[in-house]
Every structure is written in C-alpha cells, then in structure tokens.
C-alpha cells in the first residue's frame, strides 16, 4: 500500500537512528487470549458497498476541494473512526471549506462556532432560559449538539470554555442545568488552531489534546493547486450556497463505521501498536540518551487505541478487511505529533516531534 503521508517533507528531516537494541532490551508484549481474530469480519458485500459509499464522499469532497489529499483522508480516517480530528495551519488554507463540504456530502447538521477569549461554555453547550410566560425554565441546546461541530481556532477560547467541550468530546453528551443531553450518531469535532498567532491565546492542555484521535497539519497548495483554485472560483464551484450533486446518508456513515469495527488486526500488529507506545515512555534505550532527553512525556494508553481504531479505517479506506504494519506507520504522526510532548529544550534546538516519532518507529521491529 503507498502511504498517504509518506510524501511529509518533515519526515525527511529526521537523522539515523541508532544501532537497533538487542532482542533482549526490546519490548514483548504476550497476546492475552482475548486477541483472537474478530468474530463477524466484514463480508465481501459490506466491502463493495463501503467502497461505493466512500467513492461518492470523494467525488463530492475532489469537485469542491483542490488538493488537499492529506485532509480528506484524516478527516474520513476521523470520521469511520469515531474520533476527532485537531488540524492545525495558517489561515485560508480551506479548512473550513473541508468541513463544511464532508458534512454537505453527508447531508448532516453542521455547526460552526468561531472561538474568541470572551466565549462562554454556555455558548457551546446550551443553557436553560427562563419562559416568564409559564414560570419555568427552558434548555436551549449549543451549538455543539450537531453531527459535524468545527471549532475554528479553538486556542483563542479560554480554559474554561476548552474545558467544556471535553464531556462532549469524550462522552458524547453534555449536562445542562443537571441534565443530560446526549450527542446525535455520528458526532465529529474538527477543531482548527493557528500556530503563528498566540497573542490572546491559550495553549490547549494536555488532557484536551489527548481526545483528539489525530492531529494533522494543512499546507500550502502547490502552484498549480491554487491556479486550480482561482478557476474554481471563476466557475462559481466554490460558491456557499452550491451543493454537492452527490451525497450519502447518515445510515451510510454508521455503515463505515460498523464495518471498520470489524476489520481484521492481527495480535503481531496489536503487539506492534503497544510496543511503539511503551518505547514513547521508555525511550533511552531504543533511540539513545541524546535524543531520549526531548522527550517530556511519552504518548497515553489512547495513543494506542487511536492506532488501533484508525488503522481499520485506513484499511477500509484502501478497501482490505484486514490492518497492515504499513496503516500504522502512515499514521504515525497524526496520532503521536501531539500526544509525544517535548521539553523546552526540544524547542529551542529546533527538535519537531516528527523527528523523535520517526527514530522510534525505526527502533521498533516490524511485523
């Protein structure tokens, strides 16, 4: 399988790791008895018709979008998955136009809510108002009560409104007045940050950068790309009020999701998935001291999970039934770019992240 990400000009940077550890000092991991091959493997049917489904999603996203390969596959990897995805770029890169065109071809309520310092958690979740005219009190649900919820630059909302969307994120609903609403089915937060701005900003915390499933980051289109652009615009394709001429359901998604649930991942590859992130937290002895010492914190047991859960999306996108080491290698940096935290030092010699990711994909044996 090629990789949707190999072609990432950062991974290029990262320089030879060092010699291998001996078999003794790599991490095993025995395969409990639950590990068996999942029962109800997607049939041939099943597959043919998520084929069907995810060729009309990328029709619908090519005839609005120019480029932007990358995103589409993060944000439908998001999407099957059931998790949410934290894209980060400078400003006008479509991010926006991606969104609002995946939930226009899935013909689903789609809200957006633009972060600002002065935003309040009510302002996302809702809030009971009182009806004089019956003496009583009346929720009115958020914004965040929506299939796709696109939280535009999320870093501009202060900690207390950040925080307000982790009951939603992780759980699926919220409480109001103290009681509980729930989410509709399918929920996806896409949340957008800008990196070169950070006056009035607020750094997201660790917590809430863990419940992202992946972090991605947009770039600039290529020449042609955007001469591509500036015909579409002539065209009038781009136009907010023009629609997709193809669009699925939101039985279709739970189908996606249903069916990616059951793809195959062989106890070699779960092994491989939990070694990688046991080397995160223990990383001296795999890619040596010098580098080790960038590493502030190692990723969480959900690092694990989202390797596990996106790597059969990204099987189904490919249209197998089962999970290759290569699904975990393409994903390796839009699960762990922001779940491998790095000291202050890092930053000062110019260390990314995808640097550390890389040496520790290559001090890892693969299946």
């Known amino acids: 399988m090629t990789e949707p990400y190999a072609s990432d000009p950062q991974s290029s940077q990262a320089p030879p790791p060092p010699p291998a550890p001996t078999a003794a000092q790599r991490p095993t991991v025995t395969a409990p008895a639950a590990a068996t091959p999942n029962t109800g493997t997607p049939t041939d049917a099943e597959m043919a018709r998520a084929a069907e489904v995810l060729s009309i999603v990328s029709a619908s996203y090519s005839a609005k979008m120019v480029g932007q390969e990358r995103l589409r596959t993060s944000l439908l990897v998001s999407l099957i998955a059931g998790g949410h995805i934290l894209l980060e770029s400078v400003p006008g ?19 957006r809510i633009q972060c600002t310092p002065d935003l309040l958690p009510s302002d996302i979740t809702g809030n009971q108002i009182y009806d004089a ?86 770039e600039y289109p290529s020449p042609a790309e955007e001469f591509e652009i500036l015909s579409r615009i002539d065209s009038g394709v781009l136009d907010p009020d023009r629609h997709v001429s193809s669009s699925i359901s939101l039985d279709d998604v739970r189908l996606l999701q249903d069916v990616a649930s059951r793809i195959y991942v062989d106890p070699a590859i779960r092994n491989y998935i939990v070694s990688i992130a046991y080397v995160t937290r223990n990383p001296a002895p795999y890619i040596g001291e010098d580098r080790a010492r960038f590493i502030k914190y190692g990723a969480s047991p959900r690092a694990s999970i989202a390797f596990l859960q996106a790597s059969r999306a990204l099987a189904l996108l490919s249209g197998r039934s089962h999970v290759l080491p290569e699904d975990i290698r393409a994903l390796r940096h839009l699960v762990l770019r922001h779940r491998v935290l790095l000291t202050f030092e890092a930053d000062a010699e110019g260390i990314r992240s995808e640097e550390i990711i890389d040496q520790i994909f290559a001090s890892v044996p693969t299946p």
Not at 97 to 107: C, H, I, N, R, Y
Not at 156 to 182: F, N
Not at 185 to 203: C, D, H, S
């Open 93 to 111: 890169l479509a991010k926006t136009t991606a969104a609002s065109t995946l939930a226009d071809t899935v013909k689903a309520q789609f809200k």
């Open 133 to 218: 005219a019956t003496g009583t009190f009346r929720t009115v649900l958020g914004p965040v009560h929506a299939n796709f919820v696109l939280l535009d630059e999320i870093n501009r909302s202060s900690a207390k409104t950040q925080s307000a969307m982790l009951e939603a994120m992780q759980e699926h609903q919220t409480t109001i007045g103290g009681e509980v609403h729930h989410l509709p089915k399918p929920f996806l937060v896409i949340a957008t940050q800008n990196p070169i701005e950070q006056e009035g900003t607020y750094e997201l915390p660790e917590a809430q950068m863990d419940r992202f499933l992946l972090k991605e980051i947009v």
